[in-house]
């Protein structure tokens, strides 16, 4: 990843983080968590779930990707987010993706899912009690909250393409606390 600026004084190790990447993902529901999280000095790894380390998203914005997803499945990071749009139908089933999510949760590291993404985490079977999602997904997650973010343990939910900023905050927030999470806040010009 490029070298971040850094927004805040607190020094702290290097957190990392993972996203995966499909053809037909969201492409606010991606970028804005990458850059936000790389602002608050996570070392954000993009992999591709395809073959090809470029992937074209729902607005056939195209996005080259730092490694495939096949070459770090093994790996555990402090933090997993899962983007939304037409290309979680792919994630939900890909075995990989599947056991990475579980493996994660299980560790008790941070997971974050977007939009369509919380029907991956029921996949895998780490729906938490609390959380929300984007309304085109209600029949399979019957019990949306209408909250723009929701916190339940170590899973963070949002609703969708909209909420992508908040949510890119509260997983900076969840890896790096609060200040940090403000900080970045503070440099975008975001108001609550």
């Known amino acids: 990843p490029p070298p971040s600026r850094s927004y805040g004084s607190q020094k702290s190790k290097m957190v990392k983080a993972l996203i995966i990447m499909p053809d037909g993902f969201e492409e606010i529901e991606s970028v804005c968590p990458i850059d936000i999280l790389r602002r608050a000095e996570v070392e954000v790894t993009v992999a591709s779930l395809t073959s090809s380390l470029t992937v074209k998203g729902r607005s056939n914005i195209t996005l080259a990707c730092d490694v495939l997803l096949e070459s770090v499945k093994s790996e555990t990071y402090d933090l997993l987010i899962l983007p939304g749009g037409p290309g979680t139908k792919a994630v939900r089933e890909d075995a990989r993706a599947i056991e990475i999510t579980k493996r994660h ?88």
């Open 105 to 192: 949760s299980a560790e008790g590291k941070k997971v974050g899912a977007i939009c369509a993404a919380p029907t991956v985490l029921k996949e895998a079977g780490v729906l938490p009690a609390r959380y929300t999602a984007h309304a085109s997904v209600a029949g399979d997650l019957p019990d949306i909250l209408s909250d723009k973010v929701v916190v339940d343990g170590n899973i963070v939910t949002s609703t969708g393409a909209g909420t992508a900023v908040e949510f890119g905050l509260a997983l900076a927030a969840a890896v790096c606390g609060q200040d940090k999470a403000d900080a970045v806040a503070k440099a975008i010009a975001f108001q609550k």
